[in-house]
């Protein structure tokens, strides 16, 4: 049995088949559990269990008993899954990012918001067309609110609507 053991790691005996079986690595967060050398024997020890003392109790008896079956391809499935959630992660950050930025947006060119409706329109006879935001276009100053204005600004003309049509993307 020595030989078995080289590096004098702790041992059990099996519960189910009685031979001594040796820690390893996968166990180690749930040694002081592990009653079985194999999964084999970890099948046995529940069948026997389920059998002895109902099927009811069976469920909890497992959840107390740590996975000893699991072995290096469930670690591999572990780090994908972070990997996938880091992934989705990272792009839902820049999907936010470049929404706060301007996703489409453009700025009124009166009080410079970004905003995803603009209406094209002169105010007044030098500048010529302007892009103007809903709330600078409501005011007496612009149309007043009236697609061709409200008279109070006799150089008001009615050029369209400019959409964002990056929002209903
Ligand atoms: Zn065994
Ligand atoms: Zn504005």
Redesign the pocket.
């Known amino acids: 049995m020595k030989a078995r053991n080289p590096n004098n790691l702790p041992e059990k005996v099996c519960v189910v088949c009685q031979r001594p079986f040796t820690w390893r690595k996968k166990w180690e967060r749930c040694w002081d559990d592990v009653t079985t050398c194999s999964k084999r024997c970890n099948n046995e020890r529940k069948r026997s269990n389920r059998i002895a003392r109902g099927a009811a109790d069976a469920e909890g008896e497992d959840a107390m008993q740590c996975d000893v079956s699991s072995d290096a391809s469930d670690g591999a499935a572990e780090k994908a899954n972070k990997k996938a959630a880091k992934k989705a992660a990272k792009a839902e950050r820049r999907a936010r990012r470049e929404g706060v930025s301007s996703g489409g947006q453009k700025a ?6 970004s ?1 995803d409706l603009l209406i094209r329109c002169e105010i007044d006879r030098s500048s010529g067309w302007r892009m ?2 809903g ?3 409501k005011t007496p100053a612009v149309a007043g609110g009236v697609p061709d204005g409200d008279g109070q600004n006799p150089n008001y003309r009615y050029g369209g609507l400019w959409k964002n049509l990056h929002r209903t993307m």
């Open positions: 009124c060119d009166l009080c410079a918001r905003v103007v935001c709330r600078c276009w």
